[in-house]
Nanobody
Framework: QVQLVESGGGLVQAGGSLRLSCAASGTIFGADTVGWYRQAPGKQRELVATIVSGGRTNYADSVKGRFTISRDNAKNTVYLQMNTLKPEDTAVYYC?????????????WGQGTQVTVSS
């Protein structure tokens, strides 16, 4: 079991930056895929970025070049640095840990943190 707590959300003007953090109560293993997702009002939850062991990353096209995901396994923490924020980035941001190596596979979610970007 892993419990995830996000922080760092808030209100920022367009063009500004925020850094989200996700602290895990349990151990984040190297084989885990950790990621950030977001859900805007009236829309489905969508992938923002993921990172796997070895540092390989994957980003949604809409955030490439602006957002950076990173993980610190020693601190059991995942980060999302968000730069050049746009109003369309407004959403609740969720951290996730995916364990495809478990049988059955498991995915854990945090409670989310609100990011609001004003124009």
């Amino acid at each position: 079991q892993v419990q995830l707590v996000e922080s760092g959300g808030g209100l920022v003007q367009a063009g500004g930056s925020l850094r989200l953090s996700c602290a895990a109560s349990g151990t984040i293993f190297g084989a885990d895929t950790v990621g950030w997702y977001r859900q805007a009002p009236g829309k489905q939850r969508e992938l923002v970025a993921t990172i796997v062991s070895g540092g390989r990353t994957n980003y949604a096209d809409s955030v490439k070049g602006r957002f950076t995901i990173s993980r610190d396994n020693a601190k059991n923490t995942v980060y999302l640095q968000m730069n050049t924020l746009k109003p369309e980035d407004t959403a609740v941001y969720y951290c996730s840990v995916q364990r495809a190596w478990l049988s059955p596979p498991a995915t854990y979610w945090g409670q989310g943190t609100q990011v609001t970007v004003s124009s």
